[in-house]
């Protein structure tokens, strides 16, 4: 089985900033991506940013230049450190990882809420 645990969500004022993890644990031998999507109240969860193995790095246009994804590897752990936020960043947002050895699973984690309001 594999577990995501995910912190670093919270209230934070417009311009603020706020930094996500997601830790990934159990049965992994290799991983194919590590991401970040969200989900705001009425509409589609959509991606955020994703990580692949072969370091290729996508962003929603929305998050260029403001959000950054990393990831520690000998940790299993991607974060998302995420500057300038506004309003509109208000959801909650789910770390997700592809796994492709010992057998291929896609996971998700139990979300964290981050709500930018003054």
């Known amino acids: 089985q594999v577990q995501l645990v995910e912190s670093g969500g919270g209230l934070v004022q417009p311009g603020g900033s706020l930094r996500l993890s997601c830790a990934a644990s159990?049965?992994?031998?290799?991983?194919?991506?590590m991401g970040w999507y969200r989900q705001a109240p009425g509409k589609q969860r959509e991606l955020v940013a994703r990580?692949?193995?072969?370091?290729?790095?996508t962003y929603a246009d929305s998050v260029k230049g403001r959000f950054t994804i990393s990831r520690d590897n000998a940790k299993k752990t991607v974060y998302l450190q995420m500057n300038s936020l506004k309003a509109e960043d208000t959801a909650v947002y789910y770390c997700n990882v592809i796994i492709t050895a010992p057998r291929f699973g896609d996971y998700w984690g139990q979300g964290t809420q981050v709500t930018v309001s003054s």
């Open positions: 159990g049965s992994i031998f290799s991983i194919h991506a």
């Open positions: 990580s692949t193995s072969g370091g290729t790095t």
